[in-house]
């Protein structure tokens, strides 16, 4: 008789070991994610709070959507609206459900952003009917419908080739025509419903993440707020900023006269060769309205001090100056006076929250004796200005002595010009105020913007190397100082302003790309900024480059790439 074991005693049963990547969130705890999922898998076992649900992750130094499947052991934070990055994708997100909703409800109408007022973007749409709140009512059903779809947003990466047929086919030519002069042969497309658009950064997972919007209507057209940053259960309030509005009204007429409202148009300008021209007619417009700012100046015969004010890189000393020449083409001579001079002593300068100097702070100058000297100015007297030394934190023993005339006006140039607190002792009409900052006009297409603070990021990004020796990691690692320090200095006192300057120049991306991506480049996946730099690269790469030598030598931007006729 044979021997032997049955089959079933033959038999050893093997279980498959399934691979796993550890993750780690930054309260230390591991998590083991089975290789094929996504973040969202894991998002939806942890708690978040009831409004603040998590919307995307920082993936060791890169911000990913919750769809994003892990390859390797990582570092994860799940991201919140709280975060900068998570009010970014929700931003992104919720317009591009409102671009949807336009497009379901209105077979031949037009939308079109504009800019940011308050924590809101503005838009104008153009159909048949102006914008009432019958029709923000019917827009926002619509919209809700979507969101309680809970629809997920689709993507896909194709040729550009492929892109720019896609785009055609369904109607978008000037996403088509942005997509022919760039380099990158790999483009991103975003699709929800029958709505496609570009990849221009993470997305919610899906529609249902986007509860929290408001639409409300503001001058022609109306406003998409965004969750309340202090409480994102609520739609933030729309805020009234009649004179930033303005200055944004004023440049979308500029972009009427020069012909360019979006990249893709700007990119054929710089292909076709007549950017020549096109430069010169906006560096006009510039003069033009800095000359009918010191007509005006001159026109109020009490003003004796002009003071200047707006967030980091608007480019406020080049205006200074050019200003400075447009007075004395009106007879005035000015005079500058640098608050710089004015700093308290080391000791005696206020503190932070952290502890450390704040030197942002309007109490971190001497108020008593800056108001002093500007009385003994304005009547004529000698006053001794101070002169303060960085290295030490104190004042030099040396003075120098001032005085001005009947026909000299102050300009004092700063970041608290705009709060009465600083000239407390001067009446108000011998003051004029100006506020300038760099509102880009420009936008990428109907869609899709371009953010004033990304655009004074990299003009910053670019002095800072040129001129102080910063790498970009190191002007980033700064950039969330500076911006604490607008939001409590600067922006709240924007619309103190007696004008606003607009300090962007249609074409400046252009020149600034091949100045600031080799900088950017130059950022490491080790880096805590490499997301920023990598959104920033994004951008800049939708712009043909443009040779530096076309800028003037009194532009503004020559402030910020070097090249000025100006001595700083």
Known sequence: METGMTGMEQHTEVKETQTTHTITLKDGTKHQLPEGSTLLTLAKSLPTEENLPYLCAKVNNDICSLDYIPTFDCNVEFLTYESQQGKDCYKRSITFVLARAIIELYRNARLSIDH????????????????????????????????????????????????????????????????????????????????????????????????????????????????????????????????????????????????????????????????????????????????????EICAKKTVRIVLIAGPSSSGKTTFSKRLGTSLKVNGLRPVTLSLD???????????????????????????????????????????????????????????????????????????????????????????????????????IDDYNRIGTTETRLIRRTVRDRKYRGYSADETISRWTSVRRGEESNIFPFQECADTVFNSAVPYEWAVLRQMAEPLFCEISPESPNYYLARHVLRLLSFFSPLDPKEVPPTSILREFIGGSSFKY
């Open 116 to 295: 940011s007022i308050g924590n809101g973007y503005y838009y104008d749409l153009f159909t048949d009917v102006p914008v009432s709140e019958q029709t923000l009512d019917y827009i926002t059903r619509k919209m809700n419908e979507i969101i309680d779809k809970d629809e997920p947003f689709g993507k896909k990466v194709v040729s550009r080739s492929e892109a720019i047929n896609i785009f055609k086919k369904e109607g978008y030519p000037e996403k088509a025509r942005l997509l022919k002069n760039i380099n990158n042969d790999h483009i991103g497309i975003i699709s929800c419903w029958k709505y496609i658009d570009l990849d221009f950064g993470v997305m919610v997972p899906s529609t249902g993440y986007l509860k929290v919007f408001d639409l409300k209507q503001y001058a022609s057209g109306f406003l998409l707020l965004f969750p309340d940053p202090k409480n994102p259960g609520v739609p933030s309030e729309p805020r009234r900023q009649p004179k930033i509005f303005e200055a944004y009204r004023e440049s979308k007429n500029w972009g009427k006269i020069l012909e360019v409202n979006n990249v893709g148009r700007l990119n054929e300008i710089i292909k076709d060769g007549s950017i020549s021209d096109f430069i010169k007619t906006a560096e006009a417009l510039h003069q033009k309205k800095i000359q009918q700012i010191a007509d």
């Open 341 to 443: 001079n004015y700093f308290l002593d080391r000791k005696h300068t206020p503190r932070d929250e952290s502890g450390d100097y704040d030197f942002e702070s309007i109490y971190a100058l001497d108020l008593d004796l800056f108001n002093e000297q500007l009385n003994l100015l304005l009547a004529g007297k000698v006053a001794e200005i101070p002169e303060f030394d960085f290295y030490t934190g104190h004042r030099k023993p040396e003075v120098d002595p001032m005085r001005i005339n009947d026909d000299q006006i102050i300009i004092i140039e700063g970041i608290h010009g705009l709060n009465d607190e600083l000239t407390r002792s001067v009446p108000a009409e011998l003051k004029y105020k100006i506020y300038i900052s760099a509102l880009t006009q420009l936008v």
